[in-house]
């Protein structure tokens, strides 16, 4: 069954440089969700999209902003990084905003 | 205090033995209730999904809710050393609420 997709799989930025993630959900669903995960600790709610609206906000810095498209992918904008965004960045998806959520298999982001 | 307790461990049985992995939680609105298994460098694997109280079966796994005691457990039979992940509690309220929140996972390690 086709998963999540999420690319790039691995990134390495600068500081102050931007980033930009992308993700693409499972065919049919259509809410997307962002997760960070530092080192050994849990995933951490970043924000949610259902049917290409906000529905959902948790601890997203300013300096970052996400968007879904109309073929429901979803891509996560990340400017200024800092060396602590660097993390693994997961996305989930599910239907009509239901649970359960699927997972990606994540982009780790490095900053230098 | 989080809103979800889990014990990190790391827990190591031999193979064949039984597994239980417990959360706790605080929040009296979680109604949904996953556990998550994460291999190193992959994203999160739904396991088992309940909603409400309960019990639930799936192969080897077995999930239980209690919603009056806020604490759900995940039972493993017959271990494989294929098991040895990391295993993720997630808990979410629905409705608006669309994040899923989760405990620190636990570390698994079954021993052939």
């Known amino acids: 069954a086709a998963g999540v997709i999420q690319s790039p799989r691995h990134l390495i930025k600068e500081k102050r440089e931007t980033a930009t993630l992308k993700c693409y959900p499972i065919p049919r669903h259509d809410t997307v969700y962002w997760y960070q995960q530092g080192p050994g600790q849990d995933p951490q709610f970043l924000i949610s999209f259902y049917e290409k609206m906000q529905s959902d906000k948790g601890s997203i810095p300013d300096r970052f902003s996400a968007q879904q498209f109309s073929d429901y992918h979803s891509e996560l904008n990340m400017s200024s990084l800092e060396l602590g965004d660097s993390a693994l960045y997961f996305c989930?998806?599910?239907?009509?905003?239901?649970?359960?959520?699927?997972f990606g298999d994540g982009t780790r982001l490095s900053i230098l | 205090q989080k809103e979800v307790e889990q014990d990190p461990g790391p827990l190591s049985v031999p193979e064949g033995a039984i597994v239980s992995l417990n959360c706790t939680y605080s929040n009296s609105a979680f109604q949904y209730f996953m556990w998550y298994r994460q291999y190193s460098r992959k994203g999160p694997e739904l396991l088992m999904y309940?909603?409400?109280?309960g019990n639930k079966e799936d192969g080897r796994f077995t999930a239980q809710v209690d919603k009056s005691s806020k604490y759900i457990s995940l039972f493993i039979r017959d271990s494989q050393p294929s098991d040895s992940a990391t295993y993720l509690c997630a808990m979410s309220s629905g409705g608006s609420n669309y994040k899923l929140t989760f405990g620190k996972g636990t570390l698994l390690t079954v021993n052939p």
């Open positions: 989930a998806s599910s239907f009509t905003g239901e649970q359960p959520q699927h």
């Open positions: 309940t909603y409400s109280s």
